[in-house]
């Protein structure tokens, strides 16, 4: 559980970490969508070499990234078994029954898992390099103008604030509720997929109960100092775009300018 590195903030120097957060949404959202417009390899290929710039500048180790894919392999095994099996198409490599294995489907696949990939490791650049507060903070500054339309901008930005604070404390209560039940016996890793989901089981029923105190132990402690509106919020870190932000943004816009001529040229 301790493996998980998508949603858990880690210190450093990099270049990265000095970039303002709504730079790093902005950029991290730009990425996600271009990849929607895309099903070729050679945009992929670009998309590849401005994601390992990225991790780069991060000057964090390749190793915690892919100790991040680890936990979420599965996912992307079975999207790539929906693929492969159930995508039309011809020609028919194999057929099975209603199973059948067309070229488009295992092409599908194939780039399925690539855009998978570098989403999840763009979106764990992220987190990883940004402070939950600090994300919180630059969604309720991007998303200021909607205020205008009586969105409750500030009170979505402190649930997600909450949220994400949340996630790391779950991650390492998780853990230690997994190392208290393997102490009195009880085992996470032997026997089928079956008996490994029954083992999972008892150790929800703490996970949850546990939560459900800290979230009223935070709901008290806000009561009692007060906390009436989130948009009397003040900030002890104002946010302020840097040199930093103005290279990244030219970086950005020429990798969108040469992925945009590469998906009109090849698709």
Sequence with gaps: MNKIVIGRYLPGDGWVYRLDPRTKILITFIYVLALVFT???????????????????????LGLYWSGLKPILWLIIFTVVLQIFFTPGSPVLWHWGFLKVTTPGVV?????????????????????????????????????????????????????????RFVPLLLDETQKIMNAQKSR??????????????????????????????????????????????????????????????????????????????VLRFG
């Design 185 to 262: 016996g009880m085992s996470f890793s032997s026997g089928g997929p079956i008996k490994r989901a029954k083992a999972v089981i008892p150790m929800l029923v703490p996970l949850f109960v546990g939560a459900l105190q800290r979230a009223l132990d935070l709901a008290n402690a806000m009561e009692v100092r007060g906390f009436q509106d989130a948009n009397q919020r003040t900030h002890y870190r104002v946010l302020k775009y840097g040199r930093e932000d103005y290279q990244a943004a030219a970086v950005t816009a020429v990798f969108v300018v040469v992925f945009a001529l590469l």
């Design 108 to 164: 599908n696949a194939v780039y399925v898992v690539i855009r998978f990939v570098l989403i999840i490791l763009m979106s764990t650049v992220l987190t990883l390099t940004t402070p939950p507060t600090s994300i919180a903070t630059a969604l309720e500054s991007l998303l200021g103008p909607l205020k205008k339309v009586r969105v409750p901008v500030a009170e979505l930005a402190l649930m997600l604030s909450i949220a994400l």
């Design 39 to 61: 099903n070729n390899w050679v945009p992929y290929v670009w998309a590849t070499a401005f994601l390992v710039l990225v991790l780069a500048l991060t000057k964090q180790p």
